[in-house]
């Protein structure tokens, strides 16, 4: 492919960097409150319990992540996180108490919050590049890495699926050894020193990064998409339920939506480079995102069963997927326009973690509004309404290439 061929060799290495990083990832934490709740035999909210402690110990440490880059770079980053995840992943294949499973996964976690912020914040700064040398949007690149990471999200389970006929034991030491390749990858070719990279000394990022209106706005919009995302895991699972009696069709779902990004994301971020700025770009998938609530709220009070209840929910998922194929190319090509010199680290680290933070919060309110025995179409309108809401509040004005807010990308 066009875009591919076009790369350096270091956007090529961190592209399939995240492909070996989500294979690894999806190989074993989806199989994980399974064999806390059997094997090990942890109670309910024991496993909820390390769940969410492994995703605070990732997403509210990446602003700590992105700090760590931009202090001492990207290949320190990178080989620490490597080498925590090895550790990590081979400790919870050991683990059989509470406290030592409590431990392997925060270290998974902070394994994460170190190497993910680093990956990404180059990719992003390197696409600027690639964009500013003639190549085309940053966009593409962009779209390229996300696909990337899509198509390990949909390989990982397949292969932990797999090894699990061994043991989850195996399942784990398998990740481990996927990290162990990584790590062995970026000690040879990863740059000690990357060109127009600096490390940043001076302190008072973070006050400027909490004055900056137009990327908190920016981070709240993509909360909001990441709290729509969400209900994949929340509402959906409800409702698949209540239209076939069971949740078998969630997989087939869940691969529909893989397979769609992987195959869609790279046309769909070119149809929108030739159309649309960034700001649009987002503001359209909020709006497609909301489509796909509006779609089951409308369904909802037929009460349909069967494969015509599944109907409404493949259209959710399908429209949630362009959705997303849209926002998070375009959100990560806007943030290096959002950001200090010097800081693209913290600023990438501070949009997950307060990202993270609003769906730690919209979740339990999202689950809230699913038990009060509302009439059947209202949660899904409310939670159309909130990705609506977050087109408000998109930035007007970005500067820098590419983003102008209702202009065309550059060709």
């Not at 326009?337 to 979740?363: H, K, N």
Request: proline content about 5%.
């Amino acid at each position: 492919m066009r875009t591919w061929k076009a790369l350096t060799p270091l956007l090529k290495l961190l592209v399939l960097t995240q492909l070996a990083f989500n294979v690894s990832f999806y190989a074993v934490l989806p199989f994980l409150a399974a064999h806390l709740g059997t094997a090990i035999g942890m109670a309910g909210w024991v496993v909820g319990l390390v769940l969410g402690l492994r995703t605070f110990s990732q997403q509210g440490l990446f602003v700590v992540g992105g700090w760590f880059v931009d202090r001492y770079g990207v290949r320190p980053a990178v080989l620490t996180g490597c080498a925590l995840r090895v550790v990590g992943f081979a400790w919870l294949g050991y683990a059989d108490e509470t406290w030592t499973v409590i431990g392997a996964v925060l270290l998974v976690g902070l394994a994460a919050a170190l190497f993910s912020p680093a990956v990404e914040s180059e990719v992003a700064r390197q696409a600027v590049l690639w964009e500013e040398d003639g190549h085309g949007p940053r966009t593409r690149v962009l779209a390229l890495f996300s696909a990337s990471g899509q198509a390990g999200a949909f390989m990982g389970p397949l292969l932990g699926a797999l090894l699990l006929t061994v043991d989850f034991r195996t399942t784990c030491l398998a990740g481990a050894t996927v990290f162990v390749l990584v790590l062995a990858g970026h000690a040879r070719l990863m740059p000690h020193r990357i060109p127009g990279r600096v490390a940043t000394r001076a302190r008072g990022g973070v006050r400027v990064l909490l004055r900056n209106r137009p990327f908190l706005s920016l981070c709240c919009a993509y909360g909001a998409y990441l709290l729509a995302y969400n209900q994949l895991y929340l509402a959906l699972p409800q409702e698949v339920q209540r239209a076939t009696g069971s949740q078998a069709a969630l997989s087939w779902l869940f691969a529909l939506a893989s397979l769609l990004a992987v195959c869609g994301q790279l046309p769909v971020t070119r149809w929108a480079g030739d159309r649309l700025g960034l700001r649009r770009s987002i503001a359209v998938g909020l709006l497609l995102v909301a489509a796909g609530f509006a779609v089951v709220a409308a369904a909802r009070p037929a009460a349909w069963t069967g494969a015509a209840g599944l109907l409404p929910a493949t259209g959710y998922v399908l429209l949630l997927t362009l959705g997303q194929m849209l926002i998070v190319p375009a959100t990560r090509a806007w943030v290096p326009d959002l950001t200090e010199d010097g800081r693209l680290g913290l600023y990438t680290g501070a949009l997950s973690s307060v990202s993270g933070l609003i769906v730690l919060i919209g979740s339990s309110a999202g689950g809230c509004l699913l038990d009060l025995g509302l009439p059947p179409a209202v949660p899904w309108l409310v939670l159309a309404a909130l990705p609506v809401l977050a087109v408000a509040l998109l930035p007007h004005r970005a500067e820098g290439a590419g983003c102008e807010g209702d202009t065309a990308l550059p060709r």
